[in-house]
């Protein structure tokens, strides 16, 4: 079974509107990671945020992970037509290993212009 | 190679025949992964290579499904007497040392399909 579990499984804004996703995993890990998928094929590191961290940020990306709660936020804020993809998170297990990587089933994102 | 590569981007096959899908990694990426991506869904993990080690394959749907990695860079995912739930999307990343505290560069992919 997958550790990551997006939500919501779709959202549709429109464009200048910000974005938030959530993820809630099972078990403790030691860092989670989101990634954008365009057009169904290669995935694209975003942002990655470790266990001991609360929040980070990355241009208009803020990502947050409440270890408490087991879940974690994306949000994109001043949205554009070319934010229109799917995004996933990926947990990595407590023991860092890279094997322990899983992926979300992703919420797909569109942007109306 | 300036990310990893991935042949070919669309396969066409019919049931019960062999496929090879092939992955260029990132020259120096010592960790290779292989997903399976079916329509709609999140990335299934299949098998992870890294360094010299023996590889992980507890990710393989079925005797089937066989992969190698030659020399520490190209690999190759071999899938034998292919069925029509084999079709999905087949993506490759890899990641400069696979210690699990790093991004990963995924392919674009091959889209399989078994008619």
């Known amino acids: 079974s997958q550790q990551g579990e997006e939500d919501p499984q779709a959202l549709s804004i429109q464009e200048g509107e910000n974005a938030t996703m959530n993820c809630s995993y099972k078990?403790?890990?030691?860092?989670l990671q989101w990634y954008r998928q365009n057009s169904g094929r290669g995935l694209v590191h975003l942002i990655l945020?470790?266990?001991?961290?609360r929040e980070k940020h990355s241009g208009r990306l803020r990502v947050t992970l409440d270890t408490s709660k087991k879940s974690s936020s994306l949000l994109i804020t001043a949205s554009r037509a070319a934010d229109t993809a799917s995004y996933f998170c990926?947990?990595?297990?407590?023991?860092?290993?890279?094997?322990?990587?899983?992926f979300g089933s992703g919420t797909q994102l569109t942007v109306l212009p | 190679g300036a990310g990893v590569s991935q042949s070919p981007s669309n396969k066409v096959t019919e049931k019960g025949k062999d496929v090879e899908l092939r992955c260029d990694p990132i020259?120096?990426?010592?960790?290779l992964y292989w997903y399976r991506q079916s329509l709609g869904q999140g990335l299934e993990f299949l098998i992870y290579?890294?360094?010299?080690?023996?590889?992980?394959k507890s990710g393989l749907p079925s005797d089937r499904f066989s992969a190698e990695r030659t020399g520490g860079s190209v690999s190759t995912l071999t899938i034998q007497r292919t069925q029509q739930e084999d079709s999905a999307v087949y993506l490759c990343?890899?990641?400069?040392?696979?210690?699990?505290?790093?991004?990963?560069?995924f392919g674009s992919g091959t889209q399989l399909s078994v008619l």
């Open positions: 078990t403790s890990i030691n860092n």
């Open positions: 945020i470790r266990s001991n961290e």
């Open positions: 290579f890294q360094g010299n080690s023996a590889p992980d």
């Open positions: 990926a947990t990595v297990g407590g023991s860092g290993s890279a094997r322990q990587l899983t």
């Open positions: 020259s120096g990426h010592t960790a």
């Open positions: 990343a890899s990641s400069l040392t696979g210690t699990g505290i790093e991004k990963l560069f």
